[in-house]
């Protein structure tokens, strides 16, 4: 008996934490997300770059707390809702994003990793359905998960959430209200596949996608946590929130159980919010980032959408980076040089740009 109860606690044990985290984008270290506001090009500070958003303070676009997690999740402290409103442009342009990218400089772009989450709804302030959302992407969006009206398709709305590679859907499933998907991408940039492991509410993960042919580009700062809204004639920007629960990334064996890694600490009660979100201004107009190209492809596929060129797989001085994409800046180590006709033009000492 004391043996079988053993067995159990360290099969247990074992399912809870089975790789080792790189990166970590639970929203444990943040009190408030007017934290995510400290982060500039000049000071990288705290678990992401918080620079893609409209121009209006941070809590319109972004919102923790514990009722914001998926209930199973024992390894965060609290989860973010992240909202679409009409106030949602950035940089001039005509999508509403808001996103996250991981502040890191471990190897999330190196060998075999799993890309963590997990995804929610509710039916207030319900992503539309008439409008293409693109979620949790790379900049090459050689895989991501979508929802809503696919761009090309036929028919006015579409209530499926899509898992995709290279613009083709591999899964998917009606996106009902208050349903937490759980989503892990098997990432090997090696190899260059991607799989798809997936569960909802407190089930442990399994794979339901075996590792496919990918064109898995990434430069290891360019994975969105949030949402992309294309643009739509006749449809009006209705508030969106998407929940995000248990964000990060890890190598070696996947960690299948949607506890995840650890145990959080309790949330600590916010300071003053005031101090740390007068920045959010200076960082809009300090970082300027690539906008987004748009092709249509058929009923059955989504559209590919890409806010920058795929990172390179040369030397930075034998490429050429694309109209928008960044072409300089400290500690960049990608293409140098733009694409015939477009020049790199200095924005700041953190970040240069093609145009």
Known sequence: MKFTLLSGLVAKALSVSAGSILWDGRFNDLTSATDLSK???????GPYQYYIHGPSEV?????????FKNPADSGSSQGAKITLDKTAFWNGQTMRRTELIPQTTAAINKGKVFYHFSLMRKDTNAPALTREHQIAFFESHFTELKSGWQSGASGTSDPLLRWCIGGQTKWSVNWDADVWHNV??????????VGFWHSTGSDA?????????????????????????????????????????????????????????????????????????????????ASAAPAVTTSKA????????????????TSAGSCTAARY????????????????????????????QCY
């Open 205 to 285: 993960l399994t794979q339901v996608i075996a590792p496919q042919a990918a064109g898995t580009s990434s430069n290891g700062a360019d994975w969105h946590v949030g949402v992309l809204e294309l643009p739509r004639d006749g449809y009006a920007d209705a508030t969106e929130d998407f929940y995000f629960s248990g964000v990060y990334i890890e190598s070696g064996s996947i960690t299948t159980s949607v506890a995840g890694p650890g145990t959080a600490a309790p949330v600590k009660p916010s300071t003053s919010s005031a101090s740390s979100s007068t920045t959010v201004a200076a960082v809009t107009s």
């Open 59 to 67: 809590t319109s676009y972004v919102n923790l707390s514990p009722s």
């Open 184 to 193: 892990a991408y098997e990432i090997d940039f090696d190899a260059n596949t």
């Open 39 to 45: 982060w500039s090009w000049s000071s990288q500070v």
């Open 298 to 313: 058929g009923t059955k596929t989504c559209t590919r959408k890409s806010s920058a060129a795929p990172a390179a797989t």
């Open 325 to 352: 994409a960044q072409c300089g800046g400290k500690g960049f180590s990608g293409c140098t040089a733009c694409a015939s006709p477009y020049k790199c033009n200095l924005v700041n000492d953190w970040y240069s």
